[in-house]
T-cell receptor, first 111, second 115 residues
Framework: GNSVTQMEGPVTLSEEAFLTINCTYTATGYPSLFWYVQYPGEGLQLLLKATKADDKGSNKGFEATYRKETTSFHLEKGSVQVSDSAVYFCALGNQGGKLIFGQGTELSVKP | NAGVTQTPKFRILKIGQSMTLQCTQDMNHNYMYWYRQDPGMGLKLIYYSVGAGITDKGEVPNGYNVSRSTTEDFPLRLELAAPSQTSVYFC??????????????FGPGTRLTVT
């Protein structure tokens, strides 16, 4: 079946550090891939998405590339800010309209 | 557009009480979903609906009921509240038509405590 695995948190970084959060997936067919972000006390917001192999999603300085050969969709940002502190969820969407979420990775950025 | 709205934001229930969590979307999305999120955990799908009059169970449906009489509304009913239902509940919607993207839009959540 379909599944998503994310690196465990919490991840603690200093401001302006480079961020990578790993995400790998197992799926049949050609899923769409997403990164959602959840700020403290809020709901999930779509951060970026990619709908086919080699697509790169980007938003607010974050990027992720859909790699079919390695079944990965790693989230990266070149220089994190304190305001990026949040929980990040990788998700997979396939036929049936349901999303499969990873367990979430908490990011804490210190000034 | 308000997007997905949920009420109430917070609620405390006593064991055995009942309540309905409200969810409304104004994006004319055909698919709607209810999730629960326990502290430090990911999201678990409770129920979902692919259109008015059609609902189906998700991963953790026990103790909950849903209905979908209109495209806009998807209420979640807790009949006999139990401490295990203490959680944050999120409603979401998505468009699944001719060219679905599977992208879901989330409400702000309802924080429920059962004591």
């Amino acid at each position: 079946g379909n599944s998503v695995t994310q690196m465990e948190g919490p991840v603690t970084l200093s401001e302006e550090a480079f961020l990578t959060i790993n995400c790998t997936y197992t799926a049949t067919g050609y899923p769409s891939l997403f990164w959602y972000v959840q700020y403290p006390g809020e709901g999930l917001q779509l951060l970026l998405k990619a709908t086919k192999a080699d697509d790169k999603g980007s938003n607010k300085g974050f990027e992720a590339t859909y790699r079919k050969e390695t079944t990965s969709f790693h989230l990266e940002k070149g220089s994190v800010q304190v305001s990026d502190s949040a929980v990040y969820f990788c998700a997979l969407g396939n036929q049936g309209g349901k999303l499969i979420f990873g367990q979430g990775t908490e990011l804490s950025v210190k000034p | 557009n308000a997007g997905v709205t949920q009420t109430p934001k917070f609620r405390i229930l006593k064991i055995g009480q009942s309540m309905t969590l409200q969810c409304t979307q104004d994006m004319n999305h055909n698919y709607m979903y209810w999730y629960r999120q326990d502290p430090g955990m990911g999201l678990k799908l409770i129920y979902y609906s692919v259109g008015a009059g059609i609902t189906d169970k998700g991963e953790v449906p026990n103790g909950y009921n849903v209905s979908r009489s209109t495209t806009e509304d998807f209420p979640l009913r807790l009949e006999l509240a139990a401490p295990s239902q203490t959680s944050v509940y999120f409603c979401a919607s998505s468009y699944s038509g001719e060219r679905p993207t599977y992208e879901q839009y989330f409400g702000p959540g309802t924080r429920l405590t059962v004591t």
